[in-house]
Structures are given as C-alpha cells and as structure tokens.
C-alpha cells in the first residue's frame, strides 16, 4: 500500500539543525511531488516547502527560505528536510505529504506521513 | 499570500445534526480548495478536494461547495467520531500553500 514513513523523535539545543526523513513505498516515487507541512503544538497546519522528485526542483515558503533545504535521494525513495539555526518556536510535528493524484504539481495533500515531532530546547 | 478564515471556531453539535463549517478567501481561489479532518495524535486526512471532489473512501455524508472566495464544509448525520478539527487549504497560488487556523467541531 501506499506509505509515507518518517525517521523518528528528535531533540535539538537551539542554533542545531534538524534533518528528517521521508520514505516512500507503494507508488511511483518520482510522479508526485512531497511537500513538508509542520504543526505546533496546539497550533495550526503551516506548509515548509514542496519538491519534484523527478528533478529535485524545490519551492520554499518564503518564512523559511533562507533555512530550509529539502533533498532528495530517488535511489532510496526517500525524501530529507533540513530545517538550520532552530529556535523553540521551530518545536512542532514535521509532517511529510503527497499529492492525492498522479500529478507533480498537485497540492491536494491525500497523503501524509505520521509525522517527527521536533523538540527544540536547551 | 492568500489568507484563509474558518469560522466558526468551534462547533458544538448532537449526534445526527448537520454541520456546516466556512472558509472565506481572501481574494479568489477558484476551486482550489481542499479540506482535511485532524483528529488528536493523527496526521490530517484529505476529505474534499477541488471544493467539491470527495477524497477516496469519504463518506457521502461529507460534502464542499462553493468557488472564488466563500466555501462550505457540510457534514450530514454526525456521527461521534466525526468529533476533530477541520482545515481549509488553497493551493491556487504558491508558494506558499497556505492553511485556514481551524474549526474544531465537538459532538455533544
């Protein structure tokens, strides 16, 4: 079946970076793009970043851009987003997710990793 | 950036009513609007996309409507488990892809 499976807990000071994972399984890897989407606790859905993994072209949101970097590795079907220089409030539940249809650009996110919850704190 | 507003921001409602959530752009989205149910502990879950299209293995009790600016959510029959929150999301321009802060609806 269709899967999305994200690497585990992390637990960063503040300045460290993060690096989480995303593999995928059960489709056609480079056909639908994978998009972050990150949630604060108790807070509300905010979207990262997107990348094609057919060519590794990335769109930012413009709050992280000059923080973020989403990669990919297609051999291994995985998807990597590193988040640099964290500050408690980058403490939240990194989730990763997929078009619902065959198209790359298609941001109907039908679906989602677990999430990686994310605990910035000194 | 497209601003998103739900209302209301909570719902409190009886099994067996009719539940009806807005989402208000704020310039046009055309029809590209989904909606997701989150329950606690959960990742989301896609349940209209396009404004209308129900996602796969959606109850027909869930329903969208609307184009431009104003869209519902409407949710038939409710049953307990349809006790979460609900998002909006536009994708019509990004980045970035932007999010509605959420109606939570809670069964009586």
């Known amino acids: 079946q269709v899967q999305l499976v994200q690497s585990g807990t992390e637990v960063k000071k503040p300045g460290a970076s993060v690096s989480v994972s995303c593999q995928a399984s059960g489709y056609a890897f480079k056909t639908y793009g994978l998009s972050w989407i990150r949630q604060a606790p108790g807070q509300g859905l905010e979207w990262m970043g997107w990348?094609?993994?057919?060519?590794?072209?990335?769109k930012y949101s413009q709050k992280f851009q000059d923080r973020v970097s989403i990669t990919v590795d297609a051999s291994a079907s995985t998807v990597y987003m590193e988040l640099n220089n964290l500050g408690s409030e980058d403490t939240a539940v990194y989730y990763c997710?997929?078009?619902?249809?065959?198209?790359?650009?298609?941001?109907?996110?039908?679906?989602w990793g677990k999430g990686t919850t994310v605990t910035v704190s000194s | 950036e497209i601003v998103l507003t739900q209302s209301p921001a909570t719902l409190s409602l009886s099994p067996g009513e009719r539940a009806t959530l807005s989402c208000r752009a704020s310039q046009s989205v055309g029809s590209f609007l989904a909606w997701y149910q989150q329950k606690p502990g959960q990742a989301p879950r896609l349940l209209i996309y396009?404004?209308?299209n129900r996602a796969t293995g959606i109850p027909a009790r869930f329903s969208g409507s609307g184009s431009g600016t104003d869209f519902t959510l409407t949710i038939n029959s409710l049953e307990p488990e349809d006790c979460a929150v609900y998002y909006c999301?536009?994708?019509?321009?990004?980045?970035?892809?932007?999010f509605g802060q959420g109606t939570r609806l809670e069964i009586k």
């Open positions: 997710a997929r078009g619902q249809s065959g198209r790359v650009g298609d941001l109907s996110f039908g679906v």
């Open positions: 396009d404004a209308s």
């Open positions: 999301q536009q994708r019509i321009t990004w980045p970035p892809i932007t």
């Open positions: 990348i094609n993994p057919g060519n590794g072209n990335t």
